[in-house]
């Protein structure tokens, strides 16, 4: 066995290495926290935003590894030794090669109007690295279908679907 | 969430060496499902069982086939070169569910695993005789249009919600476990069962065994198929009704029919009398409306869900037609041809 956190029932927290935005983090965490709560509540990385906190929404999609998931649905104490992107992280990601301040996904985003409110827009983003990285989607059809799992209340999404057309078109995710 | 101990397996057999230590202890790969659960208090766990780190991993070649291991993820399996030329069925369905982040977390063991999404299930204020035994059914007479129409019992009428489940019933594939009294193989049709007098129970596993690996047979059918899978949202939704249907055609006439239903009962649904009886048949819609007659004699409406019977019978005759022309439905344009 790797890890023991000791008998049922006892209060133990358990250390993990983490990778967040570039920078390596040693954190003692509860096995019961989840990745969304560890980004938001411990570590101020609040751009991960809490939608329904049950897979739905997709307002709390991070990549792990460079593939998008819910940070809600993944206990931060699994993710030992992973590589974490936020939304944080994006600009960063791109600043690391010589781009401009932010992610040319983000600049999409602001030249297509891609969100009114503003609450989805930092998991949209993740996610549509994700997609980007996986490289499935060709089509406007498939990239509506690959970004089903995020919910937009305003209804922006037939310029989210533009903003990452644009992207790809552009030659994807720098 | 309630609170538990947690630990991490390196091997399959240190992970079934710690359920037997704790049989209340669940195993957690993808999380996409038990996560949930717990954050609505259904599941309660005194100890997860971190299983990520076991070799269980790769799709190898076996047997003619592909054993594809237990924590491959669903979007590995789905995108994988080999699944999508030689089972493109299970390509289909897997990518008929769930959404991209869920596929990449979701592992193959845990999909077969995940619980019914009924919402009497998931809610901890009403009676529910899969939660809780005893306490009774509130899907019975309560708002039951998901539910089953098939092998429903007076205690459950939940439906099983994995559309790959479906797929690889059609397929015949075989899983793999690993348990106390060491490894045995069980056909997918046995995988799941019905609910009868003890709902609780969603499959065959004995108590301390896990999934290690699902065989998919040589037999791929990657010409004649389709998954057709009607649902209340085209995208990201669960199914009403889905039908796994495949086809080996002489000419015009059915050489080996196999025909699976999600969304309809307890488990993926197979009737093989009526896959024989499609067998040595012309190809038309009359053969295949003969085979959802008999598939659907059976079937028993709930107080609002009898529309499901019709849909069954319609989304039966349309697989069939969509494998047998070699078209199969799109997963991403969702018009029904």
Not at chain 1, 44 to 65: F, M, R, S
Not at chain 2, 43 to 64: A, F, K, N, Q, Y
Not at chain 2, 149 to 160: D, K, N, Q, R, V
Request: glycine share 10%; hydrophobic share 40%.
């Amino acid at each position: 066995m790797l890890i023991d956190s000791g008998s049922p029932g006892a209060v133990g927290t358990i250390g993990i290495s983490l990778t967040i935005n570039g920078e390596r983090r040693e954190i003692q965490v509860a096995p019961w926290t989840t990745l969304l709560d560890l980004l938001r509540e411990r570590l101020d990385l609040t751009g991960t935003k809490k939608g329904c906190d049950h897979g739905q929404c997709g307002a709390c999609t991070v990549l792990v590894n460079g593939t998008r998931i819910n940070s809600c649905l993944a206990l931060a104490v699994m993710q030992d030794g992973a590589e974490i992107t936020t939304v944080e992280g994006l600009a960063s990601l791109a600043a690391r090669e010589g781009k401009n301040s932010l992610h040319p996904i983000q600049e999409a985003f602001v030249e297509h109007d891609a969100f009114q409110c503003g609450y989805c827009t930092p998991g949209q983003l993740c996610s549509s690295v994700g997609l980007m990285n996986e490289g499935h989607a060709h089509s406007r059809e498939e990239i509506r279908e690959a970004m089903s799992g995020n919910i937009c209340r305003c209804g922006a999404y037939t310029n989210i679907v533009d903003a990452i057309e644009d992207v790809m078109q552009q030659g994807g995710a720098r | 969430m309630n609170r538990f101990d947690y630990v991490r397996p390196n091997t399959v057999a240190e992970a079934v060496q710690a359920l037997g230590a704790d049989p209340q202890a669940r195993f957690i790969a993808g999380g996409t499902n038990l996560i949930d659960l717990m954050k609505y208090d259904v599941e309660r766990p005194g100890r997860l069982i971190d299983i990520t780190r076991l070799p269980l991993r790769d799709i190898v070649e076996h047997d003619g086939g592909l054993r594809i291991g237990a924590l491959v993820t669903n979007a590995t399996v789905a995108y994988d070169v080999r699944i999508k030329e030689r089972y493109p069925l299970l390509s289909s369905a897997i990518l008929a569910g769930a959404s991209a982040q869920l596929r990449n977390a979701a592992s193959t063991g845990g999909n077969l695993l995940q619980r019914t999404r009924c919402y009497y299930f998931y809610d901890t204020a009403t009676p529910c005789n899969k939660r809780e035994p005893g306490t009774g059914c509130g899907a019975i007479g309560g708002v039951n249009r998901i539910h089953a129409i098939l092998g429903a019992s007076e205690h459950c009428i939940a439906t099983h919600p994995s559309d790959m489940a479906v797929a690889l019933a059609a397929l015949e594939a075989v899983v793999q476990v690993s348990g106390p009294n060491g490894d045995r193989a069980i056909p997918l049709a046995e995988f799941h069962r019905l609910p009868g007098d003890d709902p609780a129970r969603d499959t065959n596993l004995a108590p301390g065994e896990i999934i290690v690996a699902v065989d998919l047979p040589a037999k791929s059918f990657a010409t004649n198929f389709t998954y057709l899978k009607l649902r209340d949202r085209l995208s990201y939704a669960f199914a009403l009704v889905s039908v796994a249907a495949a086809l080996e055609l002489d000419g015009e006439t059915i050489r080996t029919a196999r025909l699976a239903l999600g969304g309809v009962a307890h488990k993926p649904w197979r009737n093989t009398e009526a896959e024989g009886l499609l067998q040595g048949k012309p190809a038309t819609r009359e053969t295949y409306q003969t085979a959802a007659e008999l598939i659907l004699a059976e079937a028993k409406p709930q107080s609002t869900n009898g529309f499901k019977i019709e849909l069954a019978r319609r989304a039966i005759v349309r697989g069939l037609e969509q494998a047998a022309a070699g078209t199969p439905q799109s997963q991403s344009d969702k018009r029904i041809q």
